[in-house]
């Protein structure tokens, strides 16, 4: 059955493409998910400009840098929120002597972060970008740690000024009012360690950056460094480490079973699908608590009482598992294990808390949404308008809760939700308000989903119960096989880019955060706001820095 809003699925015509993007095109590539046009590097505003606006291509989903032995190569996988399937993938070649690219921020804001991480990371950059800058390590780090010619055993050496008073007296203007103000990193607000540069006028927020990169662990050099059978399926749960590690690993299994064309048996799929909206409500639980700590300060009731129910969730998690947290759950092709017995008390367990659910998400209405405190705090404070939300490539409840219709369980079917009744929800409000409401609702429908699956799953033939595809030991996919695949996560569109050479390891491998797009846009949120405002903001967009920073 289909889910939510109806939606025609046409393939992408490569033909009309072609045509738009004409001579500009040096030449073409195939991507398992997308047509491919190569292009020159003075040509990317022009390109992505007709795409946008003439082709409707408004989604820039992710940016993909890497390094070949004759060239660098930047990758912009476009999409369109109303149609997430229709992909086209616009491959930019530089020389290794030169590797100067136009930047693509002035066509999608969003490039600003994935442009600044690609030049830190492999080395590549950006003409006319508006902050060329490293994003995730020192402005002081000696060369590009993903490039080929990275020397390791440069000593690295932070100079004295990195460690200066940054309120020393070169930030004060006899002639303003403004205020220079570090928020974290060290700071419970900031949800981790993240930085942000605040100034102040006055008591009004003039401008906000987001510092990022303190919790930097080279996630996708070491899954580089895995084999796809075996070594890479643990990193995906450390990635959003607190709530989200099975929705990482199906971000995973879904490209690298495309890459190797394996086929995940129907059973299989419902115990994802189930586990993975167990996973959903875990997070969500966790983002209601620790966002009511944000805006008023509530420990005793709210932040406990979520904690509660998320635990419950964790323990039926452990029940399938055998891990709390970091589950290594998925496999290749499947999952690890069936159901664990007895059957009956696993579905027992499960349905009592589904049970159970309803009066609770009543009990969180009463205590939260309706709380005047909450609602002074979080209804028309940041606000984030829809095609602003697009511009910066914001998914999952920061998008919807911003009235963008958009949901990849729906839009891009994977798993066994195409089979299931639910719905995606939207909020028009735009504020911090909605995304907490929209969150809330998606808790109901997850429960939903996970109902449906153990309704299958009881009744299903003991003998068709296959929880894994037949896989061979070693996966070698043809070198140069190119697959970009994204899953719905709890906080968004979670991606992996992969490019095969020819071994069992992969030649690139690309990490597609939704918390790194949602971030950029806390300034967009913040600016003429107050500082209250900001945290509450912050905490709205329900950000993992493992995830963003990875």
């Not at 949800?191 to 996708?220: N, S």
């Not at 890459?259 to 909206?277: C, F, M």
């Not at 998914?395 to 369980?409: K, N, Q, W």
């Not at 998606?442 to 595809?469: M, T």
């Amino acid at each position: 059955m289909s889910t939510g809003i109806e939606r025609q699925t046409e393939p992408v015509d490569e033909d009309a493409l072609e045509a738009l993007i004409g001579e500009r095109a040096i030449g073409r590539e195939e991507h398992l998910n997308a047509p491919g046009f190569v292009i020159n590097p003075d040509q990317v505003q022009s390109v992505l400009s007709d795409l946008k606006e003439q082709a409707g291509y408004d989604h820039l989903s992710c940016v993909t840098a890497q390094d070949y032995t004759d060239r660098y190569e930047s990758i912009y996988h476009l999409k369109k929120y109303a149609d997430p399937t229709d992909e086209v993938s616009i491959v930019v070649p530089t020389t290794k002597t030169d590797p100067i690219s136009q930047s693509a921020e002035p066509v999608f804001r969003t490039a600003d972060w994935h442009e600044r991480e690609a030049y830190d990371l492999v080395g590549i950059e950006y003409d006319d970008h508006p902050d060329m800058r490293r994003i995730l390590l020192p402005e002081t780090w000696q060369g590009h740690p993903l490039s080929d010619d990275y020397d390791q055993t440069k000593p690295q050496v932070v100079t004295l000024s990195e460690h200066e008073n940054p309120i020393a007296a070169d930030h004060h203007d006899q002639e303003s009012d403004t205020m220079f103000l570090n928020i974290g990193p060290h700071h419970p607000a900031t949800h981790g360690v993240l930085h942000v540069k605040t100034v102040l006028d006055g008591e009004t927020i003039a401008h906000i950056e987001p510092d990022i990169g303190y919790l930097h662990r080279c996630e996708e050099q070491m899954c580089q460094q895995g084999t796809y059978r075996h070594q890479i399926m643990p990193y995906p749960d450390r990635w959003d480490y607190v709530s989200a590690g099975i929705l990482n690993e199906w971000a995973y299994a879904r490209a690298v079973e495309d890459l190797a064309d394996v086929e995940v048996p129907e059973y299989a799929q419902v115990i994802r699908t189930l586990s993975a909206e167990l996973c959903r409500i875990a997070s969500h639980m966790l983002a209601l608590g620790t966002f009511a700590l944000d805006v008023y300060g509530e420990f005793t009731a709210i932040f406990m009482y979520t904690f509660r129910d998320r635990e419950i969730v964790q323990d039926i998690l452990e029940d399938l598992t055998g891990q709390r947290m970091m589950f290594n759950y998925f496999r290749v092709g499947g999952v690890a294990w069936d159901l664990p017995e007895p059957r009956e008390e696993f579905f027992e367990k499960t349905r009592d808390f589904l049970d159970e659910l309803p009066a609770k998400i009543a009990e969180y209405n009463d205590m939260v949404t309706s709380n005047e405190i909450f609602q002074t705090r979080c209804i028309d404070t940041g606000v984030l308008e829809p095609e602003v939300a697009k511009d910066y490539g914001c998914t999952g409840p920061v998008a919807r809760g911003s009235g963008v219709d958009y949901d990849l369980r729906r839009d891009d079917p994977y798993g066994y939700y195409e089979e299931l009744e639910w719905d995606v929800i939207t909020r028009d409000g735009c504020d911090n308000y909605a995304r907490v409401l929209c969150r809330m609702e998606e808790v109901e429908e997850s429960a939903k989903i996970i109902e449906q699956c153990l309704d299958l799953l009881e009744d299903w033939p003991e003998d068709k119960r296959d929880v894994q595809a037949n896989v061979p030991r070693t996966l070698k996919p043809d070198a140069d096989t190119e697959v970009y695949r994204a899953v719905e996560a709890a906080k968004g569109e979670l991606g992996i880019y992969m490019r095969s050479d020819g071994t069992d390891k992969p030649g690139r491998f690309k990490i597609r955060s939704p918390c790194f797009s949602n971030l950029q846009s806390l300034a967009e949120m913040s600016t003429g706001e107050y500082i209250p405002d900001l945290i509450a903001s912050l905490g709205s967009l329900d950000i993992v820095l493992g995830e963003v920073d990875r």
